[in-house]
């Protein structure tokens, strides 16, 4: 019985030997599974566990067949031995774990660093955003507060520039004032000197009518006119001094009236009727003429010989036809040169009616020639508008037109003099 002793403690260190080196393997394991997943800090740690775990194997002695059975022969001592071995292995397997604890521990320790580093990268990175989005919006915020004063400055420049030329405008309108005021007095003064100074001052205003008439109008008759009227408001003051006023009257009247009037109203309107008909004037053609054989076919079935025969006649007669003309003639025109032809004539009206206007005799008579001249050689010459188109020409070529000789009224001094000064000065009088 005590024989069997040893034999039985040999087998059961035989089998813990085997069941540590079980776990040895699952912990080397677990360790390189650890070491897969982690990719941190913890890496390192964990394959540091595992490399202790190879060690360990290495060191440790692996019982073989021949110790196994001189254990189991040994005996007593053989069986302390083991003990003493199984003490030891289930310590080192106590720290292999306590290590692999640890290992786990700063891995997962080194995992919750890292992690925590990256969220406050991330923060740091959010809250730079931020602060550099604020700084825009201070510098655009600043940008737009510059604008502001900018055109605050701007309007306030133009406000003294509006003070400026307010206090220009008043010191103007105060410079009016007295000036009226001085015209007033002035006024009041001439008004004492003559009452009928209104008078005066009406027949200076109808010379000053007249001579616009004459002169920007080109209308004598009105002229002459509106001077006698300022003849008769002169005449009505019975002043026996404004004598030499009146005769000055007279010659401008006697001047304007020699004037030889231009009917420029009524030669424009007869241009206008001519420039009007130039569409409907019919141009020179080429007329057929007409021979008549006298050969007429009967309806008599009985003649039918003599229509054969006349019929005959007439187609070799027909076939080529032979006329003498004694005038030129002019080829046709075509319809664009038909076009224009009649708005060169239109043309040349249009200028003599401005020639008019501008009293320029020379250029007028130019464009009525050139008018004539092109219906003369185009038109049909028989027919009866053309002939009134020609007609009227004519009579307007003869027209005359006469410009104004007269280029001031002697009586504009003299008008002046009474109204400033209430009479007329003695030198002015010996110069009429």
């Known amino acids: 019985m005590d024989n069997n002793k040893p034999h039985s403690t040999a087998k059961d260190d035989k089998s813990e030997a085997l069941e540590s080196n079980a776990q040895a393997s699952e912990l080397e394991q677990a360790a390189s599974q650890s070491s897969t997943k982690d990719t941190g800090p913890e890496a390192s740690t964990t394959k540091e566990a ?52 640890i290992a786990v521990a700063a891995g997962g320790l080194s995992a919750w660093l890292w992690m925590s580093l ?10 730079q955003q931020q602060v550099s989005a604020q700084a825009a919006q201070i510098n655009q915020g600043q940008k737009q507060l510059n604008n502001a004063l900018n055109a605050t400055q701007q309007q306030l420049s133009q406000l003294q520039k509006l003070q400026q030329n307010d206090s220009k405008a008043y010191g103007q309108l105060a410079e009016l004032e007295s000036e009226t005021q001085a015209l007033k007095e002035r006024v009041a003064v001439v008004a004492r000197r003559s009452p009928n100074h209104w008078m005066a ?7 000053r009518m007249a001579g616009r008439k004459l002169w920007l109008e080109r209308d004598p008759v009105t002229a002459a006119g509106l001077l006698e009227a ?33 009917d420029v109203v009524g030669t424009v309107y007869t241009l206008d009727s001519i420039i009007a008909q130039l569409d409907q004037l019919p141009l020179n053609r080429a007329k057929d003429y007409q021979v008549n054989t006298g050969s007429e076919i009967s309806d008599n079935l009985a003649d039918w010989q003599t229509n054969l025969a006349k019929t005959w006649q007439e187609i070799t007669e027909s076939f080529i036809t032979i006329r003498k003309r004694t005038t030129d003639l002019e080829p046709l025109l075509a319809p664009e040169q038909q076009w224009y032809l009649v708005e060169n004539i239109r043309n040349k009206l249009l200028q003599a009616q401005l020639a008019v206007y501008n009293y320029d005799q020379v250029n007028y008579r130019q464009s009525i020639t050139f008018a004539s001249n092109w219906i003369k050689q185009y038109f049909d010459l028989q027919d009866s508008r053309t002939q009134d188109a020609l007609t009227s020409l004519d ?15 002697h009586s504009t001094k003299l008008l002046q003099q009474l109204i400033t000064y209430g009479e007329i000065l003695p030198d002015e009088e010996t110069e009429q």
């Open 230 to 262: 300022a003849d008769e408001r002169i005449k009505s003051m019975r002043n026996p001094a404004l004598m030499p006023l009146r005769q000055a009257l007279v010659k401008d009247i006697k001047a304007t009236k020699s004037i030889k009037s231009t």
């Open 395 to 409: 009579a307007l070529s003869t027209l005359k037109i006469e410009t104004a000789t007269q280029h001031k009224f």
């Open 201 to 207: 001052s009406e027949a200076e205003y109808l010379v």
């Open 118 to 127: 990256q969220q406050q990268n991330e923060a740091s990175s959010q809250l």
């Open 50 to 101: 595992s490399q202790e775990v190879e060690t360990f194997q290495q060191s440790e002695p692996q019982p073989s067949q021949a110790e196994t059975v001189q254990t189991s022969e040994s005996g007593a001592p053989a069986a302390e031995t083991t003990n003493s071995a199984a003490k030891t292995h289930i310590g080192v397997k106590f720290s292999l774990f306590l290590l692999l604890i």
